[in-house]
């Protein structure tokens, strides 16, 4: 008979290690694309953070509940419908490059001590 408790391991450590120790880049990637997942599959569930109205949709890109400024200071952009796969893809090279690694451990920041906050309380 197999001996089970030989076998099994832990999954703390492992590549199926929970999501709450990725990074905050993980995490935004994992985002945009589950968010591009529900774009090319209408009938998929899951909360949208994008509406597309004819040729435009409008997307804001969210980490947890906080909108991840694209542009400037501007938390919803429009992307043309044709566009946004290849729009949404772009956007994951570049924060998988670390261009918005500054912008994302704040709100990370921001949320771990809101939360700090609440325990507390």
């Known amino acids: 008979m197999t001996n089970w408790k030989q076998i099994v391991k832990p999954v703390d450590g492992s590549d199926f ?5 990725a990074t905050p880049r993980e995490r935004f990637v994992g985002n945009l694309r589950n968010q591009l997942a529900l774009f090319k599959d209408a009938k ?32 919803d952009v429009l992307i043309p419908t044709k ?17 918005m690694d500054e ?11 809101r939360r700090k906050a609440s325990k507390g309380a």
Do not use: W
């Not at 290690?17 to 120790?21: D, G």
């Not at 569930?45 to 200071?73: D, I, Y």
């Open 17 to 21: 290690s929970s999501s709450s120790k």
């Open 44 to 75: 998929k569930e899951g909360k949208r953070h994008f509406e597309t109205k004819g040729e435009q949709t409008k997307f804001s890109a969210r980490m947890g509940n906080m909108a991840v400024e694209l542009l400037p200071g501007k938390r």
């Open 83 to 99: 566009d946004f796969p290849a729009v949404i893809e772009a956007i994951v090279a570049d924060v998988e490059k670390g261009q």
């Open 103 to 113: 912008q994302l451990n704040k709100i990370a920041a921001n949320y771990a001590g």
